[in-house]
């Protein structure tokens, strides 16, 4: 098993920032990527950011150049930075952590994200 704890998150002004985090505890040696994804009210969770063990990054279209995302395989952590929030970027955010052995996925509590105009 593998547990996620976020943190961060809350209300900010559109064009402010936040940054959230997470922390993974448990089997963390079958993780092979980490990232965010993100769930408004009426629609699908999305892909917010993800990157692999060795680094590889993709990011939504939506949040390029304006979110980064960066991670700590030592301490098996997960950052996201957002800047230049906008109203549309409010929704829970969750943290996400692919794990093999067996292929699992593994998801936070979520964390709300609300910006407003």
């Known amino acids: 098993q593998v547990q996620l704890v976020e943190s961060g998150g809350g209300l900010v002004q559109a064009g402010g920032s936040l940054r959230l985090s997470c922390a993974a505890s448990?089997?963390?040696?079958?993780?092979?990527?980490m990232g965010w994804y993100r769930q408004a009210p009426g629609k699908q969770r999305e892909l917010v950011a993800r990157?692999?063990?060795?680094?590889?990054?993709n990011y939504a279209d939506s949040v390029k150049g304006r979110f980064t995302t960066s991670r700590d395989n030592a301490k098996n952590m997960v950052d996201l930075q957002m800047d230049s929030l906008k109203p549309e970027d409010t929704a829970v955010y969750y943290c996400?952590?692919?794990?093999?052995?067996?292929?699992?996925?593994?998801w936070g509590q979520g964390t709300q994200v609300t910006v407003s105009s």
């Open positions: 996400n952590a692919d794990a093999v052995n067996p292929r699992v996925s593994y």
């Open positions: 990157v692999t063990n060795g680094g590889s990054i």
């Open positions: 448990g089997s963390t040696f079958r993780i092979v990527a």
